[in-house]
T-cell receptor, first 113, second 114 residues
């Protein structure tokens, strides 16, 4: 059964720092990996999706990488801002599944002004 | 823009009541999902559906049922609500097999069972 782990569980950084969030998964047979953002009391917003054949995706200050063979992904946030404060969730769709996501427990990020 | 709409943001019900949570999507997605999110347990899949009148159990289906009579609407039903079903419920939708497209989520329903 696929398991997804995110480290660290919480992270606090000063504004302007570059930071990396980590995600690992146990079964490398995946269709894709997705990174989401969740603000308190709200739903999930899709940030980046990396298909199994891809190595990375970029959107603005965000860059996500995927190393399927080692079961790892990283989300890089450049020049962090207080508005980036949120919980970041990593999730995978396993091959052979009906496209349901398996989620990590998230990293709660606080960017201090 | 894809829109997934959940009927209520907050809901308070009593133990034993039958509770309906509604979700509507406007992108003609085949797949629809219901998750619950609890502190320390993360998001867990309750049920999903890949077509009208089709349903599949997720990881934690006990105490729940679902209905999908129309493609755009997926309902979660708590047959007899219990206090351990107090949680945040999230609905999502996606294409059946477009792996370059993400799942889209609603804003969630925070359900309290008293």
């Amino acid at each position: 059964k696929q398991e997804v782990t995110q480290i660290p569980a919480a992270l606090s950084v000063p504004e302007g720092e570059n930071l990396v969030l980590n995600c690992s998964f146990t079964d490398s047979a995946i269709y894709n990996l997705q990174w989401f953002r969740q603000d308190p009391g709200k739903g999930l917003t899709s940030l980046l999706l990396i298909q199994s054949s891809q190595r990375e995706q970029t959107s603005g200050r965000l860059n996500a990488s995927l190393d399927k063979s080692s079961g790892r992904s990283t989300l890089y946030i450049a020049a962090s801002q207080p508005g980036d404060s949120a919980t970041y969730l990593c999730a995978v769709i396993s091959s052979g599944s009906a496209r349901q996501l398996t989620f990590g427990s998230g990293t709660q990020l606080t960017v201090l002004p | 823009d894809v829109k997934v709409t959940q009927s209520s943001r907050y809901l308070v019900k009593r133990t034993g009541e039958k509770v309906f949570l509604e979700c509507v999507q406007d992108m003609d997605h085949e797949n629809m999902f219901w998750y619950r999110q609890d502190p320390g347990l993360g998001l867990r899949l309750i049920y999903f559906s890949y077509d009208v009148k089709m349903k599949e159990k997720g990881d934690i289906p006990e105490g729940y049922s679902v209905s999908r009579e129309k493609k755009e609407r997926f309902s979660l039903i708590l047959e007899s609500a219990s206090t351990n079903q107090t949680s945040m419920y999230l609905c999502a939708s996606s294409w059946l097999d477009r792996d370059n497209q993400p799942q889209h989520f609603g804003d969630g329903t925070r359900l309290s069972i008293l």
